[in-house]
C-alpha cells in the first residue's frame, strides 16, 4: 500500500491515531491545557509567518542537513522526549529510538517514560538525548547521569517549564490516572482498539521504571499526579550549576521563552538553548513558541532548538526562517505510531522530507540556511 495516498499529511495520521487509540490514550496525548489558548496560539503564530516565493531557479539540488553538537543529521529535526511514551502505542520508546537511528536524527527520551536508558541503549548510535525531570535528592540525581551516560546518552536536556504540574483537565476528564489504572470505564474504551490492547497485553501496562527504581511506594499524589513528583524539584540556577558540573557532554535548557534569560544561560555553559511552551500543557497564557522565537535568536550564537505546534515541512521551514537550528517534535511521532504501528515513524520522515524539499522548491532555496532571505516581515 502506498501510505503517501492514504495519508498525506501529519492530519491524516492524527485523525488514523484517533480511531485506533483508546479514547483515554488519545485525549492524553492530543491535550493542552487549560482552555488549550496557548496551543491554538502556536498554530495561529506558525500561520502568521509568511515565506516569499522565487521563480527560476532550475533544477536544485536541494541539501536538509544539519551539523548539531559535533554530528551532522540528515534532516532538520528529530524526536522530543514525552513522558509516559509506551502508554501511545506499545514499546513506543524502543520503535522511537530505532527509527531515529536509522534516519539519522535524535532521539530523546524522558526521566518519565515508560523504558529507562538501559532498555534503549542498543537503539542508539551516538544520538540519544536525556531530558531530566531534576530530582530533589543530588545522589539520585548523579545516578541517573550516570545511567543515561552509560547507556550511551551524550546530550542533557534539562526540562525547566515543568516548575510545578500543569492541570490538563482535558487529560482528568478522560479518566486517565498515574499510573494507568485499568477502570471499567477505560476497559470498554481499550475493547474497541484491538491493536493497541493485545500489544499492551504482550508488553503490559506501562509505568515509569526509572522513576520506580527510586520511590517503589509513593502515596500522597492525586490522580493526575505521578510518582515522579515525589522526586522532583523547581531547578534554579544552582542547580543548572550542579548539572554542568556533572554532565560532560553537550547541555540543553528547554523551555525558553524570555529572550532576557538567554545571556544567563549562556554564562551558565549550557550549549543549546531550547524554545518551547510545552505545546500548550503547561500554562494556558504563554504566548505562541514562534512569536518568542525571533527575540532569543537575536541575543545568542548557540545553537536553537524549536518545538510546539509543528504539523510538517511549512512549520518547519517557517521556525528555521525564523532563526532556529533545529527542531523537535513529540505529538507528531505518536500520531504516527497510533495510525500506523511500528512502520509510522518511517513514512512521517518521509512525509516530512517530501514536505521539505516540495516548500524549499518553491521558494528556490536549497540550503536551510538560505530560508531567512525568503521571510516576509
Known sequence: MDLHKHYPALSDLKAKARKRLPWFVFEYLDSATGQEHAQRRNREGLDRVQLMPSILHGEQDVDLSVELFGR????????????????????????????????????????????PPEEVSDCLNGNGWFQIYPPRDPQIRADMLQ??????????????DVPVPSRRERQVRSGLTSPPRLTPRLLAQVARCPAWALGMAKMGMPRMKLIDDYAEKATGLSSTEHVGYLLRTSPDWDYLKALRDA???????????????????????????????????????????????????????????????????????????????????????????????????????????????????????????DLPTRLLR
Open 72 to 115: 551532522q543529521h540528515p534532516l532538520p529535526f528529530g524526536v522530543s522526549p514525552v513522558g509516559m511514551s509506551g502508554l501511545f502505542w506499545p514499546d513506543a520508546e524502543r520503535l522511537l529510538a530505532q527509527a531515529a537511528t536509522r534516519h539519522g536524527l535524535p532521539y530523546g527520551l524522558s526521566t518519565v517514560a515508560s523504558r
Open 147 to 160: 545511567r543515561a551516560k552509560a547507556a550511551g546518552f551524550t546530550t542533557l536536556v534539562l526540562t525547566a
Open 247 to 369: 554532565w560532560d557532554g553537550p547541555l540543553v535548557v528547554k523551555g525558553v521563552m524570555d529572550a532576557r534569560d538567554v545571556k544567563p544561560l549562556e554564562a551558565a555553559g549550557v550549549d543549546g538553548i531550547w524554545v518551547s511552551n510545552h505545546a500548550g500543557r503547561q500554562f494556558d497564557a504563554a504566548p505562541a513558541t514562534i512569536d518568542m522565537l525571533p527575540a532569543i535568536r537575536a541575543e545568542t550564537k548557540l545553537p536553537v532548538i524549536f518545538d510546539s505546534g509543528i504539523e510538517g515541512g511549512l512549520d518547519i521551514c517557517r521556525a528555521l526562517a525564523l532563526g532556529a537550528d533545529f527542531v523537535m517534535m513529540g505529538r507528531a511521532w505518536h500520531y504516527a505510531l497510533g495510525a500506523l504501528g511500528a512502520k509510522g515513524p518511517d513514512h512521517l520522515v518521509d512525509m516530512l522530507r517530501r514536505d521539505l524539499v516540495a516548500n524549499l522548491g518553491q521558494m528556490g532555496v536549497a540550503r536551510l540556511s
